[in-house]
């Protein structure tokens, strides 16, 4: 099915393999530089794809940006996790859809030599390109695996900590992911993780619109429901670390492809504004679950 086919039937109507083939298909080409845009095909480079800028927009330091290598950075994180991870010298981290590397390489940094980091991605083309980026740069304490989050090719209850950037709304059973997380969390182990959800119904154009999908927006549910889902893996202690409306910093920041956005869908800012919320979380593996 051609892009522009897919874009015309809704997403309610799509099984959930379906959508995945989507997501990996968008990512794969962002990997490989033939669409270094993640909000859909008519916005320019500069809404998500403006490496440097986006990243600092939504938190990470400039001296972290400068450290990591190039082409780690992709510029598509809806916010800077790492260091409210707390990290320890010799802690095992796990990076949930890992990308290019940027989040990989930069906890590789905070546990040291005698730490370990597992990124954990599903779309060949990242793998390659961050592994590629490891090599080069020297990162003898990471490694990439390729998988899905609903069943991570990871071992229980193995690592100290996980994190994630802006991936989590991209998967279907988001129950899964949280489950898995749980699964391979060492007891008292904790989670950082940035992401979006909905505070209000998106309206149907952006709902049924698979470039949306793949655009980190109409994947992406409810807060009652997505902490709900948290919580029944047995992941407690939840904190929001930080919270805004990801449309209105897209929108002050790169207006012109923010429009262009709104105008593929026939919507005004006014329609979306509040609804669309990017936030960073911390939680931890209660004993409950194991």
Do not use: W
């Amino acid at each position: 099915m051609s892009a522009k086919s897919a874009a015309e039937h809704p997403i309610e109507t799509r099984d959930a393999e379906e959508l995945v083939a989507r997501v990996r298909e968008r990512y794969g080409a962002i990997a490989e530089g033939t669409n270094r845009g993640c909000c859909g095909p008519t916005v320019s480079t500069a809404c998500c794809g403006a490496e440097g800028a986006v990243s600092a927009l939504v938190g990470y330091a400039p001296a972290d940006l400068a450290r990591v290598p190039e082409g780690a950075n992709l510029g598509l994180g809806c916010g800077a996790p790492i260091d409210h991870l707390r990290l320890e010298p010799g802690e095992t981290v796990l990076d949930l859809g890992s990308g290019g590397g940027l989040d990989a390489f930069l906890t590789a940094e905070r546990v040291g030599p005698s730490g370990r980091v597992i990124g954990v991605d599903m779309t060949p083309a990242m793998l390659e390109r961050a592994r590629r980026n490891a090599e080069k740069a020297g990162y003898a304490n990471v490694e990439f695996r390729e998988g899905r989050l609903e069943a991570l090719p990871v071992e229980d209850a193995s690592v100290d900590a996980v994190t994630s950037n802006c991936v989590i709304n991209l998967v279907p059973d988001k129950a899964a992911v949280f489950r898995e997380v749980a699964r391979v969390l060492k007891p008292g182990g904790r989670l950082v993780i940035s992401d979006i959800v909905l505070d209000g119904r998106l309206p149907e154009a952006i709902a049924r619109d698979i470039a949306a999908y793949v655009g980190c927006i109409s994947g992406a549910v409810s807060r009652d429901d997505y902490f709900r889902l948290v919580r029944e893996a047995g992941l407690g202690e939840i904190e929001i670390l930080t919270d805004t409306d990801s449309l209105a910093v897209l929108v002050q920041s790169f207006p012109a492809e923010a429009q262009s956005l709104l105008d593929r869908v026939g919507l005004r800012m006014e329609d979306v504004r509040g609804t669309v919320r990017s936030i960073t979380f911390r939680a931890r593996k209660t004993p409950r679950s194991g």
